[in-house]
């Protein structure tokens, strides 16, 4: 019997692969662009070069994201996918050692002998495939990882993210672009933190700590090494 709110393995591996990619790419959008425009900014006050300079970061991470979790997902697809045929040819070569390894799996899990052993018995009656994937390799059959979901969840979440620091940093004035962009930084780790945190039910304020820690990071030591590029070079 399932409860409201509650989550389940059937979704929750989905849930997970979306949220990991989406929540990743919107941080690394924030913190890699906020420090690329901040560190430009503390180099020049060109509005042009600033602004080329966060078009480009965007594209390129967009799609440096995108293509790095699709590699990504699609070698733990093959994966699964390997240890899946590995499974079906044992079960068709030692049908009988697999119910019996498949029984002990439950019997570590607390189960008496024949209790475990009537649950294999039947499990293995209906789709043996799925039982021993799941019981054995954690695997759904039905519900292997998307590299796609994962590719564009990550490329979409990567340009949104870094057109938070983008938009910042190019409409204010000279005086006051780091700042506006710093104060928009930090609301958008804010964001990202509580709704991963919220999606993944875990404590938000540690979520929302360590975005903001690792954005303030980057964007004060990129825009010192900005800063003193400029004044080199000056």
Known sequence: MTHPGEPHRDDLSGRLNWLRAGVLGANDGIVSTAGLVVGVAGATA????????????????????AG??????????DTERAALR?????????????ER???????????????????????TEQ?????HAEAELQIDPDNL???????WASLVAFAAGAL??????????TQWRVWACAVAVLVGLVLTG???ARLGSSRVGRAVRRNVVVGSLTMIVTYYVGLLFGVTLG
């Open 46 to 65: 060109d509005r042009t070069a600033i602004l080329a300079a966060g078009v480009a970061g965007l594209v390129a991470g967009s799609l440096s994201m």
């Open 68 to 77: 790095g979790e699709y590699v990504s997902v699609s070698t733990q697809r």
């Open 86 to 98: 590995q499974e079906e040819r044992e079960l068709r070569e030692m049908p009988e050692e697999e």
């Open 101 to 123: 390894e498949l029984a002990g799996i439950y019997e570590d899990k607390g189960l008496s002998e024949e209790l475990a052993a009537r649950v294999a018995r039947e499990l």
């Open 127 to 131: 789709d043996p495939l799925r039982a």
């Open 145 to 151: 990882t998307s590299p796609w979901q994962a590719a």
């Open 164 to 173: 938070i620091p983008l938009i910042a940093i190019v409409l204010p004035p």
């Open 194 to 196: 509580v709704v991963s």
